[in-house]
């Protein structure tokens, strides 16, 4: 369930959220004007007349459901309550254009007969029809809450979010070090340090590989001297 529940769960945003916009663009309701009052007496009123803000709602689901693929324990939580007022948002203004059809359908009077005072449009209709749009768009809604409360209660089971997606610091070992000094390396060479090692000698090691160089130069030097103080004797008995 841990592994499927948060597609399952997106999916069905998606789905929803799809359905409420399918709704949007349908007729919801049919007006019959009087027949002495406008040249057409029947006037069309789709839902987005009437709920002209079911895309934006809708949209807004949708996009919500894509960012829950990649967002964090956390964000989870606020996209679920945001999640859960958008499903409330589209069931009341569902709600409420069913429960008053001619003013949600007033724009669309008002552009074939000119009135644009909704006591007016009231005087021109003589009835009206609801389609089954509203509806589907209530359902939306409905289960767009139901989402949202869904996400809040199972989104505490899901995985956090990948490394490609998730803030990663970079680990203080992975940093860059300083540049080093050509001078120190030469030195810590010369005292049989190798500069390269990862690990840094101590103060005492250091002193000590470098008393040992130093004692080590010492030696060779001596050695070189006794060596060239025996081949100027040994040229100078030759010569006598």
Aim: glycine share 8%.
């Amino acid at each position: 369930m841990k592994r499927t529940s948060r597609p399952m769960v997106i999916l069905a945003g998606l789905v929803v959220a799809g359905l409420v916009m399918l709704s949007w663009t349908q007729t919801w309701f049919t007006v019959r004007l009087h027949a002495t009052s406008a040249v057409v007496t029947h006037v069309q009123a789709s839902g987005s007349v009437a709920v002209s803000s079911y895309t934006a709602l809708a949209l807004a689901s949708l996009a919500l459901f894509l960012a829950l693929t990649i967002a964090g324990r956390v964000v989870r939580i606020v996209l679920a309550v945001i999640q859960l007022a958008l499903g409330i948002a589209i069931v009341v203004q569902g709600i409420a254009a069913v429960a008053d059809p001619i003013r949600a359908s007033a724009s669309a009077v008002t552009a074939v007969t000119g009135v644009t005072d909704i006591t007016g449009i009231r005087n021109l209709v003589g009835g009206y029809s609801v389609a089954i749009w509203p509806w589907v768009g209530i359902v939306g809604g409905v289960l767009a809450a139901a989402l949202g409360i869904v996400v809040l209660v199972v989104q505490r089971r899901w995985p956090g979010p990948s490394r490609k997606y998730g803030a990663q610091a970079a680990p203080a070992a992975a940093t860059p070090s300083a540049a080093r000094d050509a001078v120190a390396d030469w030195d810590e060479l010369s005292s049989g340090i190798d500069p390269t090692s990862e690990t840094a000698p101590t103060g005492v090691e250091l002193a000590a590989a470098r008393a040992e160089a130093s004692r080590s130069h010492r030696v060779g030097l001596t050695a070189r001297q006794e060596r060239s103080s025996a081949t100027d004797d040994k040229e100078h008995r030759e010569q006598h």
